[in-house]
């Protein structure tokens, strides 16, 4: 079963970047779909960006033009540059399949954003 990593994370100012990277196990990674999550302090989590596994890409509304989805399947690994960064970005990032499996949940890596 594949299971994923997540690291990257860190404190950032407003307006600031973070690249976050996704390692995942598992000879079939190419074949999945994948998408970065966030869950924010009381809030529930919600997909940010995914990445299809022929390379389609798809943002929510609140980080387009700010966020870039890639995956490098060579490497098992997907990542999130994050650009412009905000506070209301502040959570902890996950990926997963997208859909996103239960089963798979990692534990994340947290993203502050604060001056």
């Known amino acids: 079963q594949v299971q994923f990593v997540e690291s990257g994370g860190g404190l950032v100012q407003p307006g600031g970047s973070l690249r976050l990277s996704c390692a995942a196990s598992?000879?079939?990674?190419?074949?999945?779909?994948m998408g970065w999550y966030r869950q924010a302090p009381g809030k529930q989590r919600e997909l940010v960006a995914g990445?299809?596994?022929?390379?389609?890409?798809n943002y929510t509304d609140s980080v387009k033009g700010r966020f870039t989805i890639s995956r490098d399947n060579a490497k098992n690994t997907v990542y999130l540059q994050m650009e412009s960064l905000k506070p209301e970005d502040t959570a902890v990032y996950y990926c997963?399949?997208?859909?996103?499996?239960?089963?798979?949940w990692g534990k994340g890596t947290l993203v502050t954003v604060s001056s």
């Open positions: 997963n399949s997208d859909p996103a499996r239960v089963s798979l």
């Open positions: 598992g000879r079939i990674f190419s074949f999945y779909n």
């Open positions: 990445i299809t596994s022929g390379g389609r890409i």
